[in-house]
């Protein structure tokens, strides 16, 4: 694909590849020999290695027309001969230029623009990307070092104890979102180029990894597997007898054992795997439930469903059937209410139409903008409400969208701005359209009592967005206008280098 498939495409392809078992293999092998070309691969024998490709060619309607019974004669002596070809297909493909730009991350009517070109693959390639970040809720968390933090940024090494009465939502090095349900422990074991590692020791945990070229492999490791990721959704929960459940909602995953040596299942997305019992079924109301939070799609969001792209068993796809009281399980969870804000109008009085004097006029003009003021505050109050709330934050999406169709050139509403832009960084990790947001932010209230958070974020969108040199350039801007301001902390954290500055 070499990183120039559109995202239909990609789907597309996603999807074939959940259907077919020997596409799934020789995808992994192409994948293996595009990444190091150098490396030792098994050698099927010719044999094998012609019923697979036999297999896969069947499923397509151009072969089903020819019906070459020659194919499984046909003279591959040996894997290397398959194989170069592949790679010569591979090369090709990343020669040929991409024919148009990829879908823009935030519907805006406003310029795509960036400080800096954002041409990286992903990866982690500095030691300020190695953070955790609490994004909403509360725990007990042990750091490296020290007894415990109160803080809201952690290092590798840290463990989470989540209360009964909360939950906690995550970002891992800016690539993995995470909801740590009520009761959760894990472990945030490592963060490399080349894997994420989180062990989990009790409860459920609920993940979502939108992973690029370069990004590493995730695992979350428990006390009888090793749950591995490329990309998807998916949760993993751990009882009280320490028995493993997996279930995704979009792509695949696969467990392992203890040892990585085998692969004990592959779940595809719409499953759930009991590893004790050595079982599937389908994917429940509490797997859902706990992954809405994380979930990222904005037209979910917006509409309070659960996304088309999650396969779930039973479900329609129709949006007005995927509230999440439709899920078909007899699992006991949290239904999420609907969102319900009506617009509030202050009624007037006064309403004598014989009589403009100037002195009614300016009493209505001066009602009108009273009241126009109050629905504002109420409504963001409202959406402020949702965001802080760490189980009802998703519905935020909604609220500020509506609030910002309806208000959005009103100097009153110019916060709903900063609360967009952290909803798109924290739970849709898409950091261009938060830089958008912030942005626009400050150009409409470079003054705002709020202002020092938004550059504070636009400096946090282009670290964890692995933005280096930016990010260094944003740091300064930010040390030089608050030497004593309340994020100096965070920023020196990551970047010791920038003492400098103050």
Known sequence: MSGRA?????????????????????????????????????????????????????????HRALRRPTW????????????????????????????????????????????????????????????????AGSASVDVPNARASSGTVYPVGSRFRVPLSSSLQLTLAGKVVANLTPGTEATWHEASPQVIRVELDRGLLAMRYD????????????????????????????????????S??????????????????????????DHRAGTFSDVGRSEVAAAMPISGDEAALAMGTVPLGWVVPGLSDDPDGRHLSSVPTGDAAPTPTSLNIAARRTPTS??????????????????????????????????????DDPDERYRAAACLARFLKRYGRSPLAVEGYLLVGMLRMDYALDFDAADIAFQEFLRRAPDHPRAELARYRLWLSATEDGRISQALERGRDYLERYPNGRYVGRVLQRFPELKSSL
Do not use: W
Not at 19 to 36: I, K, S, W
Not at 377 to 386: D, E, W
């Open 248 to 273: 995704v909602l979009r792509g695949e995953v696969e467990v392992l054992d203890t040892s990585r040596s085998g692969v004990l299942a592959e779940v595809q997305a719409g499953y759930r795997y």
């Open 72 to 135: 499984r004669r046909l003279p591959l002596r040996n894997l290397g001969f398959g194989v170069g070809l592949a790679a010569a297909g591979i090369f090709a493909l990343s020669l040929i230029p991409a024919t148009s730009d990829p879908p823009a991350a935030l519907s805006t009517n406003e310029p795509h623009v960036l400080a800096e070109p954002t041409a990286d693959t992903g990866g982690i390639d500095h030691p300020a990307q190695g953070f955790a970040r609490r994004l």
């Open 350 to 387: 006064h309403q004598d139409h014989e009589d403009d004097g100037e002195q009614l006029l300016e009493e209505l003009m001066a009602d009108a903008a009273r009241a126009r003021r109050n629905e504002i505050r109420r409504m963001l109050h409202t959406c402020r409400r949702f965001y």
């Open 6 to 62: 559109t995202e239909e495409l990609r789907e597309q392809y996603e999807t074939h590849l959940r259907r077919c078992h020997d596409c799934r293999r020789v995808h992994r092998l192409l994948l293996a020999l595009y990444e190091d070309p150098f490396q030792d691969l098994p050698e099927p024998s010719p044999e094998r290695h012609a019923r697979m490709f036999h297999r896969i060619l069947e499923r397509t309607d151009a």
């Open 211 to 246: 992973r690029r070229p370069a990004d590493p492999i995730l695992e979350v490791v428990t006390p009888d597997t090793v749950v591995r990721v490329v990309g998807t959704v998916f949760t993993v929960q751990v009882d009280y007898e320490k028995n493993t459940t997996v």
